[in-house]
């Protein structure tokens, strides 16, 4: 590897990297404000400026690619007074409003200045005005800090897909902008405000919130879809003020959704703080006591055949494996986590999971999407597709429609017709699958949920296992799901059948009279006499139709495990406290085991977390993807069925119930139908 | 000079006419296929010959999908060069340069007039609507300072009484000739012999 000085110290770098990048190698801190590993060099903010051996100029060292033998010194007189200038400059235009700026205690310009800003201004010409911008319902501008580092204009071209951002004018009268100011059409919009290095873009519904070292921090993780990005919580008091992004190269990069970072403030909205029973066809305030001896009498004298439960879209590991035993005390088997029929084959673990892993889509060389809608069910996935699709002009094809996913990609077909012609060898498609050596194949909800699902999953998981394209290296085959808990609940054997509508049958048929939907707002079914218990954290379609309510803590305000769709299990912390009278599930299913005089098998959290390292299938460690394993059985596929692939159109800001009681969201909501409409 | 702004009436629709996509075909064969972008400035500057010698927002719209590129590439564009003119402009047309060598030999006085003829502010069209005038950088033709460029014309060597006359002669829409006012050719030198022995005024 070639060698080169820095600060007298010799070090190797890899070939390609950047002065700074070396740098960072020697552990020599280089400031900037325009350089960002995820993003291209721009190189104009001229922060990073160091010293080179023969060069009479000091070099901006971002954009200067490192070359052996190199002499860089950082560390000088030179170096030193270099960067004073250029933070003089940036300075000449920065407004000194400090202590209104949201951006205090956490900027870059702050922090720097603090080593290399000159205590005096020698300018005394009037600093410029920008106005401000508007650029949608998350972001707050305030364009006079803007020091034209580009960050957020290279972020919308490159990652985020939505080329809206860009810099106007010239010299003095540059200005960062979107087109005439429309809002930012994507779904990664408010990673920008992270982006900037200085208090010009900041966040809209966190405004005068809080100051950063006034926050509590949790680690944590998100569950507003199924990815699993890593998040940390910021929490003033007990209340959660806002979520950011954690890295994590195997997930979510430095990226989050708006979902899973502005969904936040639907914790403080609409939340159930007491036990509630209908009376007179209104939910009324009531306690714990009243609420559980109506519902532990209403068990009793229910057939257990008729009592049945249904998971929802948010429930952690420990409180599902405590719901599952706690039906084995009602002797019921009826227990469903599917909020619509979809075709699950639970006989292997790779069958309901993202095999090829979220990391692995950047190695594949063609991308196969059969009736799914990447951008709005997996925002992160899609950033990952799109990433690879720039970086190694990935192919992407698609049967059904999915709409705008950020990149080219070609439709081959949308009915199941395509797919019987993909698995015969008999389309041109299938040519280019065989030849390729890393294909990803992507089945969405939408798909599984034809009648043809079964037909759609089996075929593709045998033409792939014929083709050798599952194997230990590499895994073809994945399914997408869409919510945090789908995953896990299967490894929990949750379903008691393999692939059985039964539960929707039953209760489509009336046939159920008890009914305890945990957390589940999005099951759509028509009531008839059944007995409803809702047990969940917000006011939302679920508590509308259930006769007994019983609040318990937001996926924020308990420590829970969490299985996102590639089978990683990740921890989520407790970031607040559980509001009112609400308690975590398992409390809650401890208080009706005592009523149902079982006091010696109530649950403990750690053993409950404990069974579920067990209980989950191919687990390595937390954190970590599951053990690949190799087919054990083909299932004999079902008839073809002619049948068009239709997307499900998922309402992305309104897809649970945290962000549908989020005021934000409905905001978000709001404006891109308005696009939607006007184009 | 500050941030050019869009005009606030803004034609619904642009499309170009017949002979300049003619043009277009013969600018797209100048630049490989896979960069068609980069004919972005010369089919700006055709919109702008085609719209009255300004661009309107349809006409970036118009040539940001035509060349396959966002609309805010166009708009950067559009908006960083000076002479890509995003609001109407007057059929006459006055670029008063105003740089080192014109402003030495008198362009302020130019100014001035322009103020007191045409409008009292800069990028503003006259009572009569035909007329408008911008300070630009310098032209290029400092031989002949003090200048203006008029349409596509150079008017040289001016002083304050020539430059009464061709302002009052473009509000009667009547435009005297263009070139040097001290009578002089191109920019040969003064009351000096030429090269080739000829005397000059």
């Given at each position: 590897m070639p060698k080169i000085i820095i600060n007298d110290k010799e070090i190797e770098f890899e070939k390609g990297m950047t002065v700074l990048q070396a740098c960072e190698l020697a552990d020599v801190e280089i400031p900037r404000f325009c350089y960002h590993e995820k993003l291209s060099i721009a190189g104009n903010c001229r922060m990073c400026l160091v010293e080179m051996e023969k060069s009479g100029k000091p070099i901006a060292s971002c954009a200067m690619p490192a070359a052996e033998g190199m002499n860089i010194k950082t560390n000088t007189s030179f170096v030193e007074k270099a960067r004073k200038g250029v933070m003089e400059f940036l300075l000449a235009n920065h407004p000194l409003d400090c202590p209104v700026c949201d951006q205090g205690g956490e900027c870059d310009l702050q922090d720097q200045?603090?080593?290399?800003?000159?205590?005096?201004?020698?300018?005394?010409?009037?600093?410029?005005?920008?106005?401000?911008?508007?650029?949608?319902?998350?972001?707050?501008?305030?364009?006079?800090?803007?020091?034209?580092?580009?960050?957020?204009?290279?972020?919308?071209?490159?990652?985020?897909?939505?080329?809206?951002?860009?810099?106007?004018?010239?010299?003095?009268?540059?200005?960062?902008?979107?087109?005439?100011?429309?809002?930012?059409?994507?779904?990664?919009?408010?990673?920008?405000?992270?982006?900037?290095?200085?208090?010009?873009?900041?966040?809209?519904?966190?405004?005068?919130?809080?100051?950063?070292?006034?926050?509590?921090?949790?680690?944590?993780?998100?569950?507003?879809?199924?990815?699993?990005?890593?998040?940390?919580?910021?929490?003033?008091?007990?209340?959660?003020?806002?979520?950011?992004?954690?890295?994590?190269?195997?997930?979510?990069?430095?990226?989050?959704?708006?979902?899973?970072?502005?969904?936040?403030?639907?914790?403080?909205?609409?939340?159930?703080?007491?036990?509630?029973?209908?009376?007179?066809?209104?939910?009324?305030?009531?306690?714990?006591?009243?609420?559980?001896?109506?519902?532990?009498?209403?068990i009793k004298e229910t057939n257990p055949n008729e009592i049945a439960g249904h998971l929802g879209d948010m429930i952690g590991l420990e409180n599902a494996l405590a719901f599952k035993k706690l039906f084995e005390k009602f002797n019921s088997q009826n227990l469903e986590l599917r909020e619509k029929k979809f075709y699950i084959n639970t006989n292997e673990k790779m069958n309901y999971i993202f095999n090829s892993s979220i990391q692995g889509i950047e190695e594949s060389d063609l991308i196969l999407l059969i009736g799914a809608n990447p951008r709005h069910e997996a925002t992160m996935i899609n950033a990952r597709i799109r990433k690879a699709f720039v970086k190694n002009s990935l192919p992407v094809f698609s049967i059904g429609n999915p709409g705008d996913l950020t990149y080219n990609y070609t439709i081959i077909g949308n009915s199941t017709k395509d797919i019987s012609k993909l698995i015969n060898k008999e389309s041109?498609?299938?040519?280019?699958?065989?030849?390729?050596?890393?294909?990803?194949?992507?089945?969405?909800?939408?798909?599984?949920?034809?009648?043809?699902?079964?037909?759609?999953?089996?075929?593709?998981?045998?033409?792939?296992?014929?083709?050798?394209?599952?194997?230990?290296?590499?895994?073809?085959?994945?399914?997408?799901?869409?919510?945090?808990?789908?995953?896990?609940?299967?490894?929990?054997?949750?379903?008691?059948?393999?692939?059985?509508?039964?539960f929707f049958d039953k209760l489509n048929d009336g046939k159920f009279k008890f009914l305890y939907l945990l957390g589940s707002d999005n099951l759509e079914f028509k009531k008839n006499k059944e007995f409803i218990v809702y047990q969940g954290s917000h006011g939302d379609r679920g508590a509308e139709i259930a006769d007994i309510v019983l609040p318990n803590a937001a996926y924020t305000e308990q420590n829970a495990l969490y299985e996102n769709l590639e089978g990683r299990i990740q921890e989520c912390r407790k970031a607040s406290y559980p509001i009112g009278e609400s308690k975590e599930d398992w409390k809650i299913f401890n208080l009706i085991l005592k009523k149902l005089d079982k006091k010696n098998d109530t649950f403990k959290f750690e053993s409950l977390r404990k069974e579920v390292f067990?209980?989950?299938?191919?687990?390595?460690?937390?954190?970590?993807?599951?053990?690949?394993?190799?087919?054990?059985?083909?299932?004999?596929?079902?008839?073809?069925?002619?049948?068009?692939?239709?997307?499900?159109?998922?309402?992305?800001?309104?897809?649970?119930?945290?962000?549908?009681?989020?005021?934000?969201?409905?905001?978000?909501?709001q404006i891109s139908k308005k696009v939607k409409k006007t184009g | 000079m500050s941030l050019k702004k869009v005009h606030k009436d803004q034609p619904s629709d642009f499309n170009f006419n017949k002979k300049n996509l003619e043009q277009v075909d013969i600018i797209l064969k100048r630049y490989p296929k896979k960069n068609k972008k980069s004919a972005v400035m010369p089919l700006l500057y055709l919109a702008q010959r085609q719209n009255n010698n300004w661009i309107p927002l349809a006409a970036m719209k118009y040539i940001g999908k035509l060349l396959s590129m966002p609309y805010i590439s166009v708009y950067e564009v559009a908006t960083f060069y000076t002479m890509y003119n995003l609001a109407p402009v007057g059929?006459?047309?006055?670029?008063?340069?105003?740089?080192?060598?014109?402003?030495?030999?008198?362009?302020?006085?130019?100014?001035?007039?322009?103020?007191?003829?045409?409008?009292?502010?800069?990028?503003?069209?006259?009572?009569?609507?035909?007329?408008?005038?911008?300070?630009?950088?310098?032209?290029?033709?400092?031989?002949?300072a003090p200048m203006m460029q008029i349409n596509d014309n150079y008017y040289e060597d001016l002083d304050e009484k020539s430059t009464i006359e061709i302002l009052n002669s473009l509000i009667k829409d009547k435009p005297l000739k263009p070139g040097s006012y001290?009578?002089?050719?191109?920019?040969?030198?003064?009351?000096?012999?030429?090269?080739?022995g000829e005397q000059h005024a």
């Open positions: 200045s603090l080593y290399y800003g000159v205590d005096k201004s020698r300018f005394v010409e009037n600093k410029r005005f920008v106005k401000e911008k508007y650029m949608g319902p998350l972001i707050k501008t305030q364009m006079t800090r803007c020091i034209h580092c580009t960050r957020c204009v290279r972020f919308a071209t490159e990652v985020a897909g939505v080329p809206e951002i860009g810099a106007i004018g010239r010299g003095e009268n540059m200005e960062i902008t979107t087109y005439l100011e429309k809002s930012m059409e994507s779904e990664l919009s408010a990673n920008v405000i992270d982006l900037c290095p200085v208090g010009a873009l900041t966040s809209k519904p966190y405004a005068f919130e809080a100051r950063p070292w006034e926050l509590k921090k949790t680690e944590s993780i998100d569950v507003m879809d199924a990815v699993g990005s890593n998040i940390r919580v910021d929490t003033y008091n007990w209340e959660v003020k806002r979520v950011l992004p954690r890295l994590n190269n195997e997930i979510n990069e430095e990226w989050i959704s708006d979902k899973s970072r502005y969904s936040c403030d639907g914790l403080l909205k609409q939340r159930l703080d007491v036990p509630y029973i209908k009376k007179n066809n209104k939910l009324q305030k009531s306690n714990w006591d009243e609420a559980l001896d109506l519902m532990i009498s209403k041109n498609f299938s040519k280019k699958l065989l030849s390729s050596k890393k294909p990803i194949i992507i089945i969405g909800e939408s798909a599984l949920g034809l009648k043809s699902g079964k037909y759609i999953f089996e075929s593709i998981k045998k033409f792939l296992n014929d083709n050798s394209f599952i194997s230990k290296d590499w895994n073809a085959l994945n399914i997408l799901t869409q919510n945090a808990s789908t995953v896990g609940l299967i490894d929990l054997k949750v379903l008691p059948n393999k692939n059985d509508y039964s067990e209980k989950v299938l191919n687990f390595t460690n937390i954190n970590d993807l599951p053990e690949r394993k190799l087919v054990k059985e083909v299932e004999e596929s079902s008839k073809f069925i002619n049948e068009e692939i239709t997307i499900n159109p998922l309402d992305y800001y309104y897809s649970n119930s945290i962000s549908r009681a989020s005021k934000t969201m409905s905001e978000c909501r | 059929k006459h047309f006055i670029q008063v340069c105003t740089t080192t060598p014109c402003l030495i030999r008198g362009a302020d006085k130019l100014v001035k007039l322009c103020k007191e003829k045409i409008s009292p502010n800069e990028n503003e069209l006259s009572k009569k609507g035909d007329c408008s005038w911008v300070e630009v950088e310098c032209l290029g033709a400092c031989v002949n001290r009578g002089r050719k191109s920019t040969s030198p003064e009351k000096i012999k030429s090269t080739n």
